[in-house]
């Protein structure tokens, strides 16, 4: 049976020309069409530095409107024979959730082309740079571990935009094997979406993020979860105004995306959440016993570092002031 690639053209859509002057890639992969993945696509499109774009995915309809949007050229599922597109691909973005990634490396591997680079777009490291070495196998040195760290609430390629990495950082973690070529090539890639390209070791970059990525995720959806499952819940979110608001927007993140990223590192997560909760502990200890000079010292210190944060952070990286684009 022939399974239909579908095009952009299918779409019955007029096709974006690309200016003169030989593109960066040819062709691109986009595995996990998604917020990340599309907007990636989209970037590199407007920059000029990619031909053509094929998407790989598990939904029709997401990827019928990643085609509609322009944001891929042609698309397969993952039900079709994908991997006969990966053989032409120069370079594979992997920005599925995590959890998903042995099973595509292992999948990819076979059909990768000799000078093709891997990349994915993670919220982990050490767990995926792991998958990596143990399925992509001759591949692995092309494989270049990055985390761009940019993102919204929204997921799909319905939610992707060309300037979601303007001015925002993209954290490599290359290995003592990682080839310096392909390393060269995917900072060349970030930075022309508008990134900052910074690199971390992968252990400290799982470290870091549990502490301002992971923690705050699993600590939003745990209110919203607690406060959901109260009988006067109704009265609970009626009544919620713009703290509650700030504090939880992450909470209507992707699940399975954070199951797996919370699972992925569950390790640096465990350690993060056992300080928090002596943190909280010490906290609870002061309001128990009506301390008001040590919890005002407390939210005194934290109220610095954040404005401190904030400050340098806008200046750095042109970040909104309300936070709306973090991740």
Same mark, same amino acid.
């Given at each position: 049976m022939r399974w239909p690639v579908r095009s952009l053209a299918d779409s019955g859509l007029a096709i974006p020309s690309v200016t003169t002057g030989a593109p960066r890639i040819e062709t691109l992969a986009v595995v996990g069409v998604g917020l990340i993945g599309g907007s990636f696509a989209l970037a590199l499109k407007e920059a000029r530095h990619v031909g053509s774009v094929v998407g790989v995915g598990r939904g029709r309809e997401n990827l019928d409107a990643a085609l509609a949007s322009g944001i891929v050229d042609r698309a397969v599922t993952l039900r079709e024979p994908w991997t006969r597109e990966i053989e032409s691909a120069d370079l594979v973005l992997v920005a599925t959730p995590v959890g998903e990634f042995a099973a595509l490396f /292992?999948?990819?591997? %076979? *059909?990768?082309? +000799?000078? +093709?680079?891997?990349?994915?777009?993670?919220?982990?490291? &050490?767990?995926?740079?792991?998958? /990596? @070495?143990? *399925?992509? $196998?001759?591949? #692995?040195? @092309?494989?270049? %571990? $990055? *985390? %761009?760290?940019?993102?919204? &609430?929204?997921? $799909?390629?319905?939610?992707?935009?060309?300037?979601? #990495? @303007?001015? @925002?950082?993209?954290?490599?973690?290359?290995?003592? &094997?990682?080839?310096?070529?392909?390393?060269?090539?995917?900072?060349?890639?970030?930075?022309?979406? $508008?990134a900052h390209v910074r690199q971390l070791d992968p252990a400290a970059h799982d470290r870091i993020f549990a502490a301002v990525s992971h923690l705050p995720h699993l600590l939003a959806f745990a209110l919203v979860d607690l406060l959901a499952a109260r009988p006067d819940a109704d009265d609970v979110f009626r009544f919620a105004a713009s703290g509650f608001r700030d504090f939880t927007r992450i909470a209507a993140s992707s699940p399975e995306m954070w199951r797996d990223i919370s699972l992925a590192n569950r390790d640096a997560l465990v350690g993060a959440i056992e300080a928090y909760r002596k943190q909280l502990a010490a906290v609870a200890a002061m309001v128990a016993s009506a301390d008001g000079a040590s919890l005002e010292a407390v939210y005194a210190r934290a109220a610095a570092a954040r404005r401190a944060w904030g400050a340098a952070h806008r200046a750095a990286a042109a970040v909104p002031a309300d936070g709306s684009r973090e991740r």
């Open positions: /292992a999948a990819l591997a %076979p *059909h990768l082309r +000799a000078d +093709a680079i891997v990349t994915d777009a993670g919220s982990t490291k &050490e767990s995926v740079i792991a998958a /990596a @070495r143990a *399925h992509l $196998g001759s591949a #692995f040195s @092309r494989f270049v %571990p $990055g *985390h %761009p760290i940019a993102g919204t &609430e929204h997921s $799909g390629a319905s939610a992707a935009f060309a300037t979601l #990495f @303007r001015d @925002r950082n993209v954290v490599l973690t290359p290995t003592a &094997e990682t080839d310096a070529a392909a390393l060269a090539t995917v900072t060349d890639l970030w930075s022309a979406c $508008g």
